[in-house]
């Protein structure tokens, strides 16, 4: 079957948003407000073959890591219509380069899951098999799978890694605080398993479809440790199954058998390790009805049970229910509340004083829909906000809170974006130009000829900012979903909101490309601005620690302008420049160990500060060289990153006269007194080692055999340097030193610097409202691919010789060694390192992240 032109992708039918929510025991509810944004951002499908050899697996599943990779299943049918199951791994910002795997599962995989880092996943069939793939060298497109478990022929209906105990709340009304300890707080949540001191055990937990629970652990010895158990001793069938964690380290299983008739069991699992064994134990909970099956009116029209999640991981006081026909779906949201149980009066009166009531857990329905469309897919917010008002009252509430939407998919193609708590519409997105009457009820309305293009698998980013589905014909849709859930924003109040997610980020580490997707050219500068303002109200020890991050976050924050490339080639130039100078000084040890407390690069850095004598010479004498003494084959390895050092240094300076032009590559650093210290610094460690082994010196192009190169940058940076230093008063250059600065030029050749990687992803380039069309396994050509600023050190010409970016070595036009490339900033590096003697500091710094923290991915020997 043909997919639908993409024209009709995302076209708003005229009516308003279907009432889908209704209170327990109430009238239904109506949407709340206007429908919200949600549009598509782009679409990826497989290249069309005579015979469809990419089909969608039955049943299709789908996962999105925290590091914005997700992956999903095809089957691959071959001229003997045997399948092969296949694992589709993609970053979100380049989703045609797929990663596609041979799983090796025998039969259709069930489940998908990526572990709490994002760079782990488990895949389980309908045979009782799982498997563990991890990263091969770290690269996000070669994966491989070394351990697993088995329950043979016991196909897996439910899996999930076991919860390593770390939990950060999100307090969105606290949005405005000044300090991230308010705005995000550790919640005191226990692992499900801890070794010796505490530390979590890693492992999974999986359900089978004939009742039974097994859980992997895996030792730290590489072995892993598998226990099976039945969830109670009545086994019976389970269809659907999902698993959620306490705060006191158990587990929360809830099974449904697929009939609605019958009641949702929930039971307890306890995970423990006795005599090197894994043990588990299991305990019955209270269960459940569900609403629409005692309603008379109701009780035959909806007999299967077709979903079955808990909002999220962390919660199990709250289920989602979804029931079914083959026509209509009706959605029932649960909470588990501790009720007092009534006693009577005669019991009452002889009870001793004092006497706490006797309580019990109960589940409570909280909300439930009127009869919908029939309900193809369900996706869970992973955000984890934290509810300080009562349930249903945050529901009627119209600020912001991403985290309480969940998204319905329907086989009429639609989309809706619903709260989680009370089910009211909160955006809705219509795959399909064809509109319906609002009133018109569900089960009235006439089956198409064939069936409408669907999502059979859905899954919501971990900002609840996008959407990924994957629909009948394997076509993988990402979808925008608007930060106010279906409230307009003034500009104001919408950067507050991106503000709000992308200072979670840094806190937690998470990749935050979705948030990128709603930041529009207008809104970086101001977005860049109020972010560094946030930063500097923290405490000096988690700027620290957040101080390559959030360099990270603001070149990726003004890639999406024209206006901010140049500042983009500052930021990447400030991340290797921290690189370098910590990498440089922890080669530095003292000479003796019982020295005093600071170490000689702290001691370095001191000195420098202090005195500020122009001379290299006079600021060397007063450091111990004994600490600067190094290995002669480490000293030549260096040699490529000190000369980056000095060529930096002299670009710099020459730059200097032309600091009232248009903005420069190179300009922000000319009044930042810190990254000019550091330089300084640098400038001297040069100095020292080059007095061991000259060949490690910065090699300069000069007019005079008899200059003394390095005396003469020094000076000058030194006088830069104090204009702008954090311990005296700024001031401008003098005209003396700008001038000194003009004749650089005439006295040493000015190298040619390449500033910006060259970045070929997706963001910077996706048009609201326009989304792109993409192909699996096809690089696209898209607008804005060349530079829109011509300025020095951006223009690229066609062939122009590569370079290693991290070690500064040149590749030439056409590189032959491996190479690997962030998926982010498009920095370029060799797979494996040419040199033996290589600074395993400097080497080991970026193995498995790019210094700007993306995820490296392997690129072809033929790379453009």
């Known amino acids: 079957m043909a997919a639908p032109e993409l024209g009709r992708w995302g076209e708003y039918g005229p009516r308003p948003p279907a009432r889908l929510g209704a209170r327990a025991g109430q009238e239904p509810a109506t949407a709340l407000g206007a429908v919200g944004t949600m549009d598509l951002a782009y679409v990826c499908e497989w290249e069309r073959w005579p015979k469809s050899t990419h089909c969608p ?80 060298d770290h690269l996000a497109n070669s994966w491989e799978s070394r351990v697993g478990s088995l329950v043979e022929g016991d196909p897996i209906v439910a899996l999930s890694w076991l919860h390593n105990g770390v939990k950060l709340a999100l307090h969105v009304e ?29 492992g999974w937990i999986a359900v089978t479809v004939s009742g ?48 609605s008739a019958l009641p949702v069991q929930f039971y307890k699992v306890c995970v423990s390790v006795v005599s090197e064994k894994c043990r588990i134990d299991t305990e019955i909970l209270p269960s459940l009805f569900m609403r629409c099956t005692t309603d008379p009116h109701r009780k035959d029209r909806f007999p299967a049970i077709t979903h079955l999640k808990f909002l999220a991981r962390d919660m199990s006081e709250q289920v989602l229910l979804c029931a079914s026909s083959q026509t209509s779906s009706l959605v029932e949201c649960w909470s588990l509340r501790k009720e007092g149980l009534p006693v009577n009066n005669i019991f009452q009166q002889i009870a001793p004083v004092g006497d706490k009531q006797p309580m019990i857990l109960k589940w409570r329905i909280l909300s439930a829909t009127n009869d919908l469309d029939r309900v193809s897919a369900v996706a869970l917010p992973k955000l984890p906000i934290s509810l300080t008002n009562t349930d ?29 708590l009370s089910l009211q519409t909160m955006a809705v ?23 409408a293009v669907h999502f059979k698998a859905m899954q919501l980013s971990w900002t609840s900012l996008a959407l990924v589905g994957i629909d009948n014909h394997g076509k993988l849709s990402m979808l925008r979903i608007s930060p106010s859930m279906g409230h307009a924003l003034e500009l104001g109040l919408a950067l507050r909101h991106l503000l709000f997610l992308l200072e979670y980020c840094m806190v937690t580490g998470y990749d935050w490309w979705d948030i990128l997707l709603h930041v529009q050219p207008g809104m970086v500068q101001s977005l860049v601005e109020r972010l560094h303002e946030e930063y500097t109200r923290q405490k000096a020890a988690l700027q620290q620690v957040l101080s390559t991050r959030i360099l990270a976050m603001k070149a990726s924050l003004c890639r999406l302008s024209p206006c901010t490339v140049t500042r983009v080639c500052d930021y990447h ?67 490529q990153l000190l000369q980056w050092v000095g060529d930096f240094v002299l670009y710099l300076l020459a730059s200097l006269p032309n600091q ?40 300069y192009t000069a007019t005079s055999d008899s200059q003394d190169s390095m005396s003469l940058l020094f000076r000058l940076l030194t006088k830069l340097w104090i204009c702008c230093r954090e311990e005296g008063p700024a001031s401008e250059p003098d005209e003396a030193l700008v001038d000194e600065c003009c004749l650089l030029p005439s006295q040493l050749l000015v190298p040619t610097l390449d500033w910006l990687p060259v970045s070929d992803g997706l963001v910077s380039r996706l048009q609201p409202k326009q989304p792109v069309r993409l192909q699996f396994g096809k690089a696209p050509v898209l607008p804005g691919s060349t530079p829109t600023m011509q300025l020095d050190g951006l223009a690229r010409i066609p062939g122009q010789p590569k370079i290693d970016h991290l070690r500064r070595l040149h590749l030439g036009a056409y590189p032959t060694e491996e190479c690997k490339a962030c998926a982010r900033c498009g920095c370029v590096t060799m797979l494996k390192s040419p040199n033996k003697t290589a600074v395993k500091q400097w080497e080991q710094r970026w193995t498995k992240n790019c210094l700007c923290g993306g995820l490296w991915r392997r690129m072809p020997l033929s790379y453009s």
């Open 660 to 699: 009232g032009a248009p903005l420069r590559p190179g300009h922000s650093f000319l009044r930042d007194g810190t990254s000019l210290g550091m330089l300084r610094e640098l400038m001297v460690v040069i100095r020292i080692w080059g007095l061991l082994k000259p060949s490690c010196l910065p090699v």
């Open 573 to 639: 130039t400030k991340l290797f420049l921290v690189a370098i100078s910590s990498t440089l000084k922890s080669l530095l040890c003292p000479h003796f160990l019982n020295t005093p407390d600071k170490s000689p690069g702290d001691r370095l850095a001191e000195i420098c500060s202090k005195i500020t004598d122009v001379d290299i010479d006079k600021v060397m004498i007063n450091l111990k060289t004994e600490e600067f003494v190094l290995d002669m084959n480490t000293l030549q390895a260096l040699q």
């Open 212 to 259: 039974l629970v097994t859980v992997s652990l895996l030792k730290p010895s590489g072995q892993v440790l598998t226990s099976t158990e039945s969830l109670c001793r009545l086994r019976g069938r389970v269809a659907l199954a999902d698993i959620a964690f306490t705060g006191g380290g158990n587990i929360v299983v809830a099974t449904a058998d697929g009939s």
């Open 392 to 420: 249903l009252k945050v529901a009627s509430d119209t600020q912001f809170y991403p985290g309480l939407g969940l998204a319905l998919a329907f086989h009429d193609g639609s989309v809706h974006i619903v709260h989680r």
């Open 57 to 136: 697996s039955v049943p299709l599943a789908c996962a999105w890591s925290c590091r914005n990779l997700i992956a999903f299943t095809t089957d691959l049918r071959n001229d003997d219509q045997d399948l092969t199951r296949m694992i589709h791994i993609l970053d979100t910002e380049h989703p045609w380069d797929v990663h596609s795997i041979n799983s090796g599962h025998s039969e259709a995989i069930t489940c998908l899951e990526w572990d709490q880092s994002g760079s782990r996943l488990l895949s389980a069939d309908a045979d009782g098999q799982i498997k563990c793939w991890s990263m091969v």
């Open 174 to 202: 606290k949005s405005g605080a000044s300090s991230f300890s308010e705005k995000f707080s550790r919640v005191k949540f226990s692992p499900s398993l801890t070794l010796f001191g505490g530390k979590p055990m890693e």
């Open 429 to 451: 997105f219509y795959s399909s130009a064809t509109a319906r009457s609002v009133d018109e009820p569900a089960i009235k309305r006439s089956r198409a000829t064939s069936p």
